[in-house]
């Protein structure tokens, strides 16, 4: 590929290592969405109820948590169960797939929060030479 040339995924000379990713990419996009961690984090203590992830994840719609919740369920990442009474009790789990993602995302918290000074000061000697 020429030095300048920019990939995009509209690009259909794309080459098949990076057409195989885009599954990948799209997985990615999926979870890492800006509440989506914050639903699979709070459902790995086990069965979470909506009220409980409203309270949870300060700044969250009803609107948004809803459509979130439908995702992930969608997604194969959190089971809804319904249980028949007055008024009705709902509640999330994590499956199997999602348990082993918020392994994952443990990891990356932890990878992030001991290297987020690292990134601070780089940032600050990028900006400060490119000002």
Partial sequence: MEEGTILSRSNSDVSSP???ACPVAEVLDRVAGKWSIG???AAARGPVRFSELERTLTGISRRMLTLNLRKLERDGLLVRTVYPSVPPKVEYNLTDAAKELHDA???LTAWAE???DTIATAQAVYDGDNG
């Fill in 114 to 116: 001991r290297h987020r």
């Fill in 18 to 20: 990076v057409s195989a």
């Fill in 39 to 41: 639903i699979l984090v």
């Fill in 105 to 107: 995302l443990l990891a």
